[in-house]
């Protein structure tokens, strides 16, 4: 299946539109600048590659559940001229101690699905920055943010339940995971909590929601990061 880059995967949000829609008044095209520069078509996984940290821009998901969910949401995907496009399915949830490699899995699973040439706008963001980039600020349209986020094709939310959590972040939690959860959306998320901690941490609505939404992945281990660092 072909994974070559049309105009789609160029739309990962609102920034980026307006970049692309001024690139474009100015007669310049993203994907042709880019093959150019290159000397040959760029892959939509290339393109991704560009987005992802550096850490993880060579993740490859090997767990038997994980690539289960990529391949289910692949087969699930609608046809389209540049690809299947990503459709609505089930979530999934990475659970384990820190440094057991949820986020390299996660990302892993975004970059099989590129691989399998599905056509996909995807966001990223941890539960940390996610509450920073939401927080009420003059000049700044949260609410506009915040829809984006619930929208989004395909949305990974890495270190769900480490935040500091208040009345706000729960209900802007639940507010994101039940407009997720209503119009299922495919959701990778990440969380150092064990799954019957879940509810405690995160409350009763969004565990719930979880619960029915997800299928599950846990990851056990030593700290991968320490064991690095011991080995140097």
Same mark, same amino acid.
């Given at each position: 299946?072909? *994974?070559?880059?049309?105009?789609?995967?160029?739309?990962?949000?609102?920034?980026?539109?307006?970049?692309?829609?001024? #690139?474009?008044?100015?007669?310049?095209?993203?994907?042709?600048?880019?093959? !150019?520069?290159?000397? !040959?078509?760029?892959?939509?996984?290339?393109?991704?590659?560009?987005?992802?940290?550096?850490?993880?821009?060579?993740?490859?998901?090997?767990?038997?559940?994980?690539? *289960?969910?990529?391949?289910?949401?692949? &087969?699930?995907? &609608?046809?389209?001229?540049?690809?299947?496009?990503?459709?609505?399915?089930?979530?999934?949830?990475?659970?384990?101690?820190?440094?057991?490699?949820?986020?390299?899995?996660?990302?892993?699973?975004?970059?099989?699905?590129?691989? &399998?040439?599905?056509?996909?706008?995807?966001?990223?963001?941890?539960?940390?920055?996610?509450?920073?980039?939401?927080?009420?600020?003059?000049?700044?349209?949260?609410?506009?943010?915040?829809?984006?986020?619930? /929208? /989004?094709?395909?949305?990974?939310?890495?270190?769900?339940?480490?935040?500091?959590?208040?009345?706000?972040?729960?209900?802007?939690?639940?507010?994101?995971?039940?407009?997720?959860? !209503?119009?299922?959306?495919?959701? #990778?998320?990440?969380?150092?909590?064990?799954?019957?901690?879940?509810?405690?941490?995160?409350?009763?609505?969004?565990?719930?929601?979880?619960?029915?939404?997800?299928?599950?992945?846990?990851?056990?281990?030593?700290?991968? &990061?320490?064991?690095?660092?011991?080995?140097?």
């Amino acid at each position: 299946m072909n *994974a070559t880059a049309t105009r789609e995967p160029h739309r990962v949000g609102p920034l980026a539109d307006r970049l692309n829609g001024i #690139l474009a008044s100015r007669g310049i095209d993203l994907a042709t600048a880019a093959e !150019e520069a290159h000397g !040959e078509p760029v892959t939509a996984l290339e393109l991704a590659d560009a987005r992802i940290p550096a850490r993880y821009r060579r993740a490859l998901a090997d767990h038997p559940k994980v690539t *289960a969910w990529a391949d289910q949401i692949a &087969r699930a995907g &609608r046809p389209g001229p540049g690809g299947p496009g990503i459709a609505k399915g089930p979530s999934l949830l990475i659970a384990g101690p820190t440094g057991t490699g949820k986020t390299y899995q996660a990302y892993g699973a975004i970059r099989a699905l590129l691989a &399998r040439g599905v056509r996909l706008r995807w966001e990223a963001t941890t539960t940390a920055d996610l509450h920073a980039r939401l927080r009420p600020r003059v000049g700044h349209d949260a609410e506009r943010d915040l829809r984006s986020l619930a /929208c /989004c094709p395909l949305l990974l939310l890495d270190d769900l339940g480490a935040a500091k959590t208040s009345e706000w972040t729960e209900e802007l939690t639940y507010r994101l995971i039940n407009h997720r959860y !209503e119009h299922m959306l495919p959701t #990778l998320i990440t969380t150092n909590l064990p799954t019957d901690q879940l509810r405690s941490a995160l409350g009763d609505r969004v565990a719930s929601r979880l619960a029915e939404m997800t299928d599950r992945v846990v990851l056990d281990g030593t700290d991968r &990061r320490r064991r690095t660092v011991s080995a140097a």
